[in-house]
């Protein structure tokens, strides 16, 4: 089946503890990127990645860090986490841009509170 | 500054009758449009889209219409169902390798 898995789906963690929010899509597509949704706020995007070894930032990059060694997989990194950031964070992908429009495939979401 | 914009938060319909969300956008460059529905504690997923080339694409019972000298566009659904009650995201393709770019949502609620 053709999906984006994200692990933890819920975290709890306290400030200054850095965490890992896993991605991986089986798709293979080129394509990956990070939003963060918050109440009122609607989706935006943390990190994008084009393929592997490019990242790129989106509109919220403070506080993040993201890699891309392998193509299905596109890690967050909270290096140290603040209250700020508590937030339900989704991954998705999608093909190349290229003629055709890029329709996105999202994970099932992480809720993360920092306290 | 948002580039695209869904001024209602949320929108009440009842069970039957046709939902109409709206979306507007700034950048007269973007060139495809997509809808995605989010249920709570789910991702959201790709509903319909259409390409500035056209003014309507239609899936069933979802319709998208655009009017690009309004820089505006609309999803109706016909007849609404209750299944249909979710947060609603417009998005826009910039030209060139740039990101996706989404609207804030509407919030529809069918009510039977």
């Known amino acids: 089946e053709a999906q984006v898995t994200q692990n933890p789906r819920y975290l709890i963690t306290v400030t200054g503890k850095k965490l890992t929010v896993t991605c991986s899509q089986n798709?293979?597509?080129?394509?990956m990127s990070w939003y963060r949704q918050d109440p009122g706020l609607g989706l935006r995007q943390i990190y994008y990645?084009?393929?592997?070894?490019?990242?790129d930032k989106g509109d919220v990059p403070e506080g993040y860090k993201v890699s891309r060694k392998e193509k299905r997989n596109f890690p967050l990194i909270l290096e140290s986490p603040s209250p700020n950031q508590t937030s339900l964070y989704f991954c998705?992908?999608?093909?190349?841009?290229?003629?055709?429009?890029?329709?996105?495939?999202f994970g099932p979401g992480t809720r993360l509170t920092v306290l | 500054d948002q580039q695209v914009k869904q001024n209602s938060p949320s929108l009440s319909v009842q069970e039957g009758r046709i939902s109409i969300l709206n979306c507007d956008y700034t950048?007269?460059?973007?060139?495809?449009f997509l809808w995605y529905k989010k249920y709570p504690a789910e991702g959201p997923t790709f509903l319909i889209s259409i390409s500035s080339i056209k003014d309507k694409n239609e899936d069933g019972r979802f319709t998208v219409f655009l009017n690009k000298s309004a820089k505006h566009l609309s999803l109706h659904i016909v007849p609404s169902q209750p299944g249909d009650s979710a947060v609603y995201f417009c998005?826009?393709?910039?030209?060139?390798?740039?990101?996706?770019?989404f609207g804030k949502g509407t919030r529809l609620s069918v009510i039977a």
């Open positions: 998705a992908s999608s093909r190349p841009r290229g003629g055709s429009y890029n329709e996105q495939f």
């Open positions: 990645s084009m393929n592997v070894e490019v990242t």
């Open positions: 950048n007269s460059m973007f060139d495809y």
């Open positions: 798709m293979n597509h080129e394509y």
């Open positions: 998005a826009a393709i910039p030209p060139g390798n740039t990101p996706l770019v």
